[in-house]
């Protein structure tokens, strides 16, 4: 938790920018894994963190702005609680730490939302993404789920603030990060042909822990770099296997660090994956030149596509023009995600309030594949953090339909993607805070080029 005075003008600043109503805050519930009592981890949400700080399940909140309220809804530890938890600091006092004076019971928030109804108060709620938070809008509102989609003026005050961090958010992210790139180097130095991925992961996870660190979002780590997304951690990994790791550490205060690598299983990589890793390789290092305040990170992933088309071309996997490549989605084929996105609290920062506020400011996003996955558009501000992951692979099923239907064949050689069609994927990635002149990368470095990552094999 930072200082109370930090909450306090983040709620102050939020009724400003809104200006009247009543803000709803709606914290986080227990959750279980497979019975009641034996719960997933919990993780208060990020909205509620930011402006109450209390990672305590069972808490709503509410921001009267018209009567210059502010109001923690929760319950004080039953004995039985306390008999099973401990001692614990009371609510009481752990509202006094964030600034707050009003805690009433959670059940009195009903009576208190139908009286501001009853006067015609507007009242705001951020798009719910739990079901429980669907279900209580319905019970407390008479919301049905399917026309939950929040307050606009809500969403757009919350990431006008989020958007932009503190010195003090980024010491907390730049810890998250330090621990991600020990995860990422541990997992690059045990690596060999006879173990199994989640022994890597295991490797990982003991660092995070070490750390009193969770992890920020589910690991990646695997031999099939090409499915985008892997949790799978069964496969032995053989000799000539290319290892794609994507994971990240969450700092008890709920921030996050996430980064990409991809390492060989013997100790050096052969010449095809060199060559592709190269590419790759130019793709993030041209991207990370190109970051600066002002300009917009379509145009930064726009750059890393055609210098993979540039670099593809001459391997002979594509042809013709790159800038017509890339505006037709050519390069899509090998790159179909984006170049990256916002982090903070969470790893895609504010990723449930929705991108197009986040990221396109309220712009319509592309619906062309691949383009369509870059999850961040707008012109970068200082203050923004957010990461820089560009990809290539070689999605077998994906390059079987394109083929069919003979897509982009003015600019794709299919004869020879063929011949790549069991290379896996590459992926590295780093996060960056957009400074007054420029751009930082946070958290310590880790090997990017093959003749670091070689180093460490």
Not at 88 to 100: A, F, I, N, S, Y
Not at 178 to 189: E, G, L, Q, R, S
Not at 212 to 226: D, E, M, P, V
């Amino acid at each position: 938790m930072f200082a109370k005075e930090t909450y306090m003008q983040r709620r102050a600043l939020l009724k400003k920018n809104i200006g009247s109503g009543v803000l709803l805050f709606l914290g986080n519930d227990e959750c279980g894994l497979n019975y009641e009592d034996n719960t997933f981890r919990y993780r208060q949400d990020s909205t509620f963190l930011y402006y109450f700080g209390l990672s305590c399940a069972g808490l709503s909140a509410i921001i009267d702005i018209d009567e210059d309220k502010e109001i923690i809804f929760g319950d004080e530890l039953s004995i039985d609680a306390i008999v099973w938890m401990g001692s614990q600091p009371t609510l009481h006092d752990k509202c006094e730490r964030v600034g707050v004076a009003d805690l009433m019971p959670s059940a009195e928030i009903v009576s208190y939302l139908h009286k501001c109804v009853q006067k015609g108060k507007a009242i705001h709620y951020l798009p719910p993404y739990r079901p429980e938070h669907k279900l209580k809008l319905m019970d407390w509102l008479g919301i049905p789920p399917a026309r939950q989609e929040g307050s606009v003026p809500f969403i757009r005050a919350v990431v006008a603030q989020r958007n932009y961090k503190s010195e003090e958010e980024i010491v907390e992210i730049e810890k998250a990060c330090d621990v991600t790139a020990d995860m990422h180097i541990t997992a690059m130095k045990v690596l060999r042909p006879g173990m199994y991925e989640y022994e890597v992961v295991a490797e990982m996870n003991r660092v995070a822990e070490s750390n009193n660190c969770q992890l920020s979002f589910a690991t990646i780590a695997t031999i099939n770099g090409q499915t985008l997304h892997n949790h799978y951690h069964g496969n032995l990994v053989k000799p000539g296997d290319l290892f794609l790791i994507d994971a990240g550490a969450e700092v008890e205060s709920g921030y996050a660090g996430d980064m990409s690598s991809t390492v060989p299983a013997d100790k050096k990589f052969t010449t095809r994956q060199r060559e592709v890793y190269e590419i790759q390789n130019a793709m993030h290092l041209e991207s990370v030149k190109a970051l600066r305040p002002g300009i917009p990170y379509m145009e930064v992933y726009e750059l890393s596509a055609r210098v993979m088309v540039e670099g593809m071309k001459a391997l002979g996997l594509m042809k013709g023009n790159a800038e017509d490549a890339v505006r037709e989605g050519a390069h899509a084929l090998f790159y179909p995600h984006g170049l990256g996105h916002m982090m903070g609290l969470d790893v895609h920062d504010m990723e449930n309030l929705g991108e197009i506020w986040v990221g396109y400011n309220g712009q319509p996003k592309s619906t062309q594949f691949g383009r369509k996955s870059q999850r961040l558009a707008i012109p970068l501000e200082p203050g923004f953090v957010h990461t820089v992951e560009p990809g290539i692979y070689f999605i077998p099923e994906l390059i079987d339909m394109w083929k069919a239907e003979k897509k982009f064949a003015d600019f794709i050689n299919y004869d020879v993607v063929e011949t790549y069609k069991d290379f896996g994927g590459i992926r590295n990635e780093e996060d960056y805070l957009i400074t007054e002149t420029g751009a930082r990368r946070l958290g310590k470095k880790i090997p990017l080029t093959p003749e670091e990552v070689e180093a460490l094999r």
